[in-house]
């Protein structure tokens, strides 16, 4: 079934994924398209047409460059379907863009197991971009949350590299090692607008003894919010802990994430060796 314009754009605002809507506004001669014609450019599909040929190409283009500045704009350009586009048609249409920004932060959830499976649903019905993240595919349910990017990756950290600044990440794997390295990546970029993990205050003290241990700052270290999620809210069930969980991530948001400093603009000491990372940690709350 194709999906229309205005189908695309409802999922689109509900996934808080950028867009551009093109309108043609006005023709003179012949052109392809009548007026009021809309398609919907998005960084990697499109939805409709306003008449294909190099018209829409160029269309297509324009759009995304647009999308590429990452900002609310509007903008008319007028298009003549002479030799310039390589149409026939001999008219010249007027394109109204509007380019409507990616809204909310990217969120990265690392952990499929049961917190995540309640987690995942909650934050995808909130303006955010989320990226779902294992690396066992059978964690993950049958049927993704509409609007989630879900990544098996081997290694997860390579989420953490890829990840844009003033991120949110959100660590509740399987594996303790997992959630340290993952934890000490994202302290190390220096910029994530928000990072929690899940577990107990013991784990949060032996964590948090370690990154001292490699020398990084207090600072960093007060960056991490382990135990995840709000005080407020109690419980251990997995949908207890997940609306605590999502609701801290709301209050984040709508206070806004503290400046961070850009990657080039941190200054880390030296780290030293890894010599006494080996640490037994005792049972927390954790998936599995």
């Not at 990217?106 to 909650?122: D, K, N, S, T, W």
């Not at 909130?126 to 779902?132: A, G, T």
């Not at 107990?200 to 919010?225: D, N, V």
Request: net charge neutral; hydrophobic share 40%; glycine share 10%.
């Amino acid at each position: 079934m194709t999906t229309t314009w205005m189908d695309a754009i409802a999922r689109l605002r509900d996934s808080a994924e950028p867009y551009v809507l093109v309108t043609v506004i006005g023709v003179q001669g012949s052109t392809p398209r009548e007026p009021g014609s809309k398609m919907l450019v998005t960084p990697d599909t499109t939805y409709d047409t306003i008449g294909g040929g190099h018209l829409e190409f160029a269309a297509i283009e324009h759009a995304r460059h647009l999308l590429l500045a990452g900002k609310d704009a509007q903008s008319l350009e007028h298009f003549p379907l002479g030799p310039r586009l390589g149409q026939c048609c001999g008219g010249r249409a007027s394109l109204l863009f509007e380019c409507f920004a990616a809204r909310g932060p990217e969120v990265l959830l690392f952990g499929a197991g049961h917190v995540g499976r309640a987690l995942a649903p909650l934050l995808a019905g909130l303006p955010l971009r989320l990226q779902w993240i294992d690396s066992r595919s059978d964690e993950f349910p049958a049927q993704i949350p509409e609007g989630v990017r879900m990544r098996l990756l081997d290694e997860p950290l390579e989420a953490v590299e890829d990840a844009a600044p003033g991120s949110y990440f959100l660590v509740m794997t399987h594996n303790h090692p997992l959630d340290y390295a993952l934890a000490e990546a994202v302290l190390k970029r220096g910029d994530a607008g928000f990072l929690g993990m899940i577990g107990s205050r013991t784990k949060a003290g032996r964590f948090r003894m370690r990154l001292e241990h490699r020398g990084y700052p207090a600072e960093a270290i007060a960056q991490m919010h382990c135990p995840i999620g709000l005080s407020e809210v109690p419980g251990k069930r997995p949908l207890e802990v997940a609306i605590s969980i999502a609701g801290q991530v709301i209050a984040r948001y709508h206070a806004g994430a503290p400046q961070r400093e850009t990657r080039a603009g941190v200054q880390w000491p030296a780290l030293r060796s890894e010599h006494a990372d080996t640490l037994a940690l005792p049972a927390i709350r954790r998936e599995t």
